[in-house]
């Protein structure tokens, strides 16, 4: 069981490394790729998506979600008794993840950034804030991430050992088509985790963790997962 968890924890936080890392690299300034914009962070998380995943498959199936796992659970296709243990290593993986992101762009931080700037790197924000279309636009997102990763179920469909490929495709098509409303977390460990770290790591001018947005990017995933459960399994 333990060896689940580490492989939940350890692609979360690979996950988290690469997908928060081309946000940092990206936005924060002087380094060679500022300015890259949205499509090279929209790449960069699917390519961070897809090594996560692989890397994690064959220890816990490579959830690295919480709505995933609970999406699965709800299908009858993961056992409930592991879901705490999946979601408490996906959120410390996200910690760790954001951590590592904050050691490696470390001298970057100590140069004058915007606040919003130096959040963007940790978690999420909406471009135009109101609560219930910002929940919507999450839901939506994670209800196509979550039937498309149902449908690659199919063993029709699988390509075996290659099936993050897939899941990392929908990421990227998720963040090009909706990912700018929100900043796409579709992933409540993905946004907590590294919020958290926003809050307890010191950074000059980093200015609030905006912990009254933050059930947003946790509550519409979830809601998103099951609504997807729901019409596969009506279809199926």
């Given at each position: 069981m333990w060896q689940q968890y580490l492989g939940e924890f350890v692609g979360t936080a690979m996950l988290i490394l690469l997908g928060n890392g081309v946000v940092a690299n990206v936005n924060l300034k002087s380094t060679y790729a500022h300015g890259g914009g949205w499509i090279v962070i929209t790449f960069g998380w699917a390519m961070a998506v897809f090594i996560g995943v692989f890397i994690s498959a064959?220890?816990?199936?490579?959830?690295?979600?919480?709505?995933?796992?609970?999406?699965?659970?709800?299908?009858?296709k993961f056992n409930w008794a592991l879901v705490p243990g999946y979601i408490i290593a996906q959120i410390t993986g996200a910690m760790a993840g954001a951590l590592l992101v904050w050691i490696t762009f470390y001298k970057h931080y100590t140069l004058p950034n915007d606040a919003?700037?130096?959040k963007a790197t940790f978690c999420t924000e909406p471009a135009i804030r109101?609560?219930?279309?910002?929940?919507?636009?999450?839901l939506v997102g994670s209800f196509v991430l979550l039937f498309s990763v149902f449908e690659m179920q199919n063993p029709a469909q699988s390509l075996g050992t290659l099936d993050a490929l897939p899941v990392a495709l929908?990421?990227?098509?998720i963040g090009l088509s909706l990912g700018g409303i929100t900043g796409y977390a579709i992933n409540p460990a993905r946004d907590l985790?590294?919020?958290?770290?926003?809050?307890?790591?010191?950074?000059?001018?980093?200015?609030?963790?905006?912990?009254?947005?933050?059930?947003?990017?946790?509550?519409?995933?979830?809601?998103?997962?099951?609504?997807?459960?729901?019409?596969?399994?009506?279809?199926?």
């Amino acid at each position: 069981m333990w060896q689940q968890y580490l492989g939940e924890f350890v692609g979360t936080a690979m996950l988290i490394l690469l997908g928060n890392g081309v946000v940092a690299n990206v936005n924060l300034k002087s380094t060679y790729a500022h300015g890259g914009g949205w499509i090279v962070i929209t790449f960069g998380w699917a390519m961070a998506v897809f090594i996560g995943v692989f890397i994690s498959a064959k220890l816990s199936g490579g959830h690295l979600n919480p709505a995933v796992t609970i999406a699965f659970a709800a299908m009858g296709k993961f056992n409930w008794a592991l879901v705490p243990g999946y979601i408490i290593a996906q959120i410390t993986g996200a910690m760790a993840g954001a951590l590592l992101v904050w050691i490696t762009f470390y001298k970057h931080y100590t140069l004058p950034n915007d606040a919003p700037v130096i959040k963007a790197t940790f978690c999420t924000e909406p471009a135009i804030r109101n609560y219930f279309w910002n929940l919507v636009t999450e839901l939506v997102g994670s209800f196509v991430l979550l039937f498309s990763v149902f449908e690659m179920q199919n063993p029709a469909q699988s390509l075996g050992t290659l099936d993050a490929l897939p899941v990392a495709l929908v990421v990227l098509s998720i963040g090009l088509s909706l990912g700018g409303i929100t900043g796409y977390a579709i992933n409540p460990a993905r946004d907590l985790g590294p919020r958290i770290m926003h809050a307890i790591l010191p950074m000059n001018g980093k200015g609030t963790s905006d912990w009254a947005y933050c059930w947003i990017p946790i509550v519409g995933p979830i809601m998103g997962a099951l609504l997807a459960v729901l019409v596969f399994q009506l279809i199926t």
